[in-house]
């Protein structure tokens, strides 16, 4: 059977409902790292959990955008509130900065102040790699669903939270090595990790703001093309198309018979919108008819 897509406001309930576990689970590791941290004196775990933090500051803003992202469309925004949502993914990119600098700003204060090398108990550590865990769970669910439901904002964060999991993967390995007396090691992972949180920014960029600025979605041939494969359609012309937050839209003016009856037009301009939607995954087309 082809999978059905959900409703809109089916698919808000579904998201919020992700959000909702996921600001649990981002809490519950929040809580976890900030008392490691302050137990074992180490800046790495404490700016770990400052990034959980951030995570869990994204649920929220992430709850409060879905509720402006699904309003139906009014007098000011004829063509719905979807971009908010994408909107909320560039703000994902700020509180990446954030957390980006607070590492950098860590790192440089290590080099040139406190050289101790933070050390964990066994019980601690162990707590440590139980939040690896549970971010690297959340990680795999959130993008699963993201992809599932087509948010943008689902998969921007979930990019955030993968972030959180390399910082973690570097805090344990710095760990390791400041048993060793190489507490250089710690401050360095922290620099390696902010510059991968520079490139996760720039991917949530790469893909949120060609939809702010309405880059085109399909190639305009496959769409002529796919237009002219229907009975009665002499021609396709003005083509254009965009993505949305979770909906992909197209517009093309077709050409018909000039001694065809508007019945006979409108049947051809039907039969174009469904070819459309079946054979390039577009939710929405608008068709124009004109006399060849």
């Known amino acids: 059977m082809p999978h059905q897509q959900p409703t809109t406001s089916d698919r808000t309930g579904r998201i919020r409902r992700v959000l909702f576990g996921l600001l649990f689970a ?7 790292k900030v008392g490691v941290g302050l ?7 404490l700016g770990d959990a400052l990034h959980s933090g951030v995570d869990a500051l ?17 007098e000011d925004h004829p063509y719905g509130h979807g971009k908010f949502e994408t909107l909320g993914a560039l703000a994902i990119v700020g509180f990446l900065s954030i957390t980006c600098f607070e590492l950098v700003r860590q790192a440089v204060y290590r080099f040139s102040g406190d050289h101790r090398a933070p050390l964990l108990s066994e019980a601690q550590f162990a707590i440590l790699l139980a939040t690896l865990a549970i971010n690297v769970l959340v990680t795999r669910y959130e993008q699963r669903r993201g992809r599932q439901l087509g948010s943008q904002l689902l998969i921007a964060d979930a990019a955030h939270t993968r972030t959180d999991v390399l910082i973690t993967i570097g805090v344990v390995i710095g760990m390791l090595f400041g048993r060793r007396g190489w507490w250089w090691v710690d401050p360095v992972l922290t620099f390696v990790i902010a510059v991968l949180i520079v490139r996760v920014a720039y991917q949530i960029l790469s893909s949120a703001v060609p939809v702010l600025v309405d880059q085109r979605a399909i190639f305009a041939g496959d769409i002529q093309r796919a237009a002219e494969a229907v009975d009665g359609v002499k021609g396709a012309y003005g ?27 409108h049947a051809i301009a039907d039969e174009v919108e469904e070819r459309l939607k079946r054979d390039l995954q577009l939710d929405e087309v608008t068709v124009h008819v004109e006399p060849c």
Do not use: C, F, Q
């Not at 137990?39 to 775990?45: D, K």
């Not at 994204?58 to 009014?74: F, I, S």
């Open 26 to 32: 981002n809490l519950v590791v929040v809580a976890a």
């Open 239 to 265: 083509i254009r198309s965009r993505d949305g937050a979770a909906a992909r839209y197209a517009e093309v003016t077709i050409a018909v018979d000039k001694d065809a009856n508007v019945a006979a037009a």
């Open 39 to 45: 137990v074992a004196h180490s800046l790495a775990v």
């Open 58 to 74: 994204n649920n929220v803003l992430a709850l409060v955008v879905m509720r402006v992202a699904t309003k139906a469309p009014d």
